[in-house]
């Protein structure tokens, strides 16, 4: 999804933001508002872990998880 089209959202709803820090925000709002483990939450941020000792272990994707993470 680009950027565009999160602009376009937020000019739809009548929402005066920019789309820059959500993602920001979002890790924000994982760290102090909800109970998901940090690597859920860096999954669905969809970041690549750098460290590869701990990525060659890493054999899930905390679907369920993440799931739950999404409905709050």
Known sequence: MSNNTHSKLLREQGIRAAVHGFRSSFRDW??????????ACEIALAYVNANRVETAYVRSDL????????QS
């Open 63 to 70: 679907f369920e998880r993440r799931h739950t993470l999404m």
């Open 30 to 39: 994982c760290a102090e508002c909800s109970n998901a483990p940090r690597e």
